[in-house]
């Protein structure tokens, strides 16, 4: 599956990252997917949700192979910058939910406030209800999905892992597709905030990783500075949570 | 055309949620540019700079964020 020159050092916290972002992603998405259809039945669900799968898809196969015409160099610093300002957003914002500054994300009452506005919406005007609900799964799709292309090829491109990378994603979309098919509620014990913690880390990680490689830093122990860099990540972000505790306490 | 609006906005939101995070991340990464091509620093040198200074950003940002 891997080509002979990446390492495992590379591979195994690339398709992590992806599998765990899209997994946070995939469930948020999940959840006013599922608003839509309990309101206002299947049909504008699917069909909301699919038409923002094949806009995702339009945008990838358009943008995608733009990638292959920067210089590595160039794509390694550019995609080291955006990782380091969506990681870093990400694991503050974690940092601060797990220090009670912020409210915890809660699936159940997402899901609640979507199918309060979709009656809303079907008390005024009834007649385009369906399309305004198909419109509502087809935002979530869009919306979240962009965040999952980005991952997938942030964390994929500078090495030749966009196919581990993906696989990861298509995976987690599997599995929030298969529990929630079966339990046909909202993913709220999904523990997001630990997994926006833990992503958080790996693709700061990797947004140092790449930055330095994109200035021509020449890493101690080349890839496996990616799990010395995500190791310290993790130290330093839950070594900030009782920080930001302390000012909420005193 | 509301839509492709929302959609370019959260695409930048996905980046810039909290400006003084944004602008420190691309001040670090500026200065480490600067020390690699102005001053020819070594890898190591760099390394540290870019780790230390996103460890520190990431540090300010959280404590200002608790203490908003």
Not at chain 1, 26 to 51: N, Q, S
Not at chain 1, 219 to 228: M, Q, R, T
Request: proline residues 3%; hydrophobic residues 60%; aromatic residues 8%.
């Amino acid at each position: 599956m891997l080509p002979s020159t990446i390492s495992w050092a590379t591979a195994a916290p690339a398709v992590s990252a992806a599998f765990l972002a899209s997994l946070v992603e995939v469930v948020e998405a999940f959840t006013i997917v599922l608003a839509v259809a309990t309101v206002r039945g299947l049909r504008p669900a699917l069909t909301g949700a699919v038409a923002g799968l094949g806009l995702l898809a339009v945008l990838v196969f358009t943008f995608g192979p733009l990638l292959d015409r920067i210089p590595l160099q160039a794509l390694q610093l550019i995609i080291g910058v955006l990782l380091l300002l969506f990681g870093l957003r990400w694991l503050r914002k974690a940092i601060l939910r797990s220090a009670g500054v912020i409210a915890l994300h809660d699936e159940a009452l997402a899901f609640a406030r979507e199918a309060s506005e979709l009656r809303g919406a079907a008390a005024r005007d009834e007649r385009h209800l369906d399309w305004i609900a198909g419109l509502a799964a087809f935002k979530a799709i869009v919306l979240e999905g962009i965040e999952v292309v980005f991952v997938v090829i942030a964390v994929g491109a500078g090495r030749g892992l966009l196919w581990p990378a993906a696989l990861g994603a298509v995976a987690a979309c599997a599995l929030v597709l298969a529990i929630g098919m079966l339990l046909r509620s909202p993913l709220s014990r999904v523990p997001e905030n630990t997994l926006k913690f833990g992503v958080g880390v790996m693709l700061s990680g990797f947004g140092v990783y790449w930055t330095g490689e994109g200035l021509g830093v020449t890493w101690p122990g080349h890839d496996f500075a990616i799990l010395g860099l995500v190791a310290f990540f993790l130290t330093f972000g839950l070594a900030l949570v009782p920080i930001a505790r302390a000012p909420v306490n005193s | 055309m509301n839509i492709f609006r929302l959609i370019v906005s959260e695409f930048i939101g996905m980046f810039v949620d909290d400006e003084f995070l944004a602008v420190s991340i691309l001040a670090v990464v500026a200065a480490c540019g600067l020390v690699v091509w102005s001053f020819h620093a070594g890898s190591l040198a760099v390394a540290l700079l870019l780790v230390i200074g996103i460890a520190g950003v990431l540090m300010s940002s959280v404590v200002k964020g608790a203490a908003k």
